[in-house]
């Protein structure tokens, strides 16, 4: 963790799906240039409305969808 920089802190997150208790007291600092990957099942996430945004622009030209 940085001193300081951080842009996004989480503490002691939690989150359960009935009894089931699916984070416990997850604690995270991101910090700009961080690179962070959350992962699982891709269906979970088509539930809710998550979204991302590129940093740079990712497109290449020569290639297109058909």
């Given at each position: 963790m940085h001193e300081?920089?951080?842009?996004?802190i989480?503490?002691?997150?939690e989150k359960?799906?009935?009894?089931?208790k699916?984070?416990?007291?997850?604690?995270?600092?991101?910090c700009?240039g961080?690179f962070?990957?959350?992962?699982?099942k891709s269906e979970?996430?088509?539930?809710?409305k998550?979204?991302y945004?590129?940093?740079?622009?990712?497109?290449?030209?020569?290639?297109?969808?058909?």
């Open positions: 300081n920089s951080a842009q996004i989480l503490k002691d997150i359960a799906y009935g009894s089931r699916i984070l416990d007291g997850i604690n995270m600092e991101i700009p961080d962070i990957c959350i992962y699982g979970r996430l088509r539930r809710y998550i979204a945004l590129f940093q740079n622009f990712a497109l290449v030209e020569k290639m297109t969808v058909k």
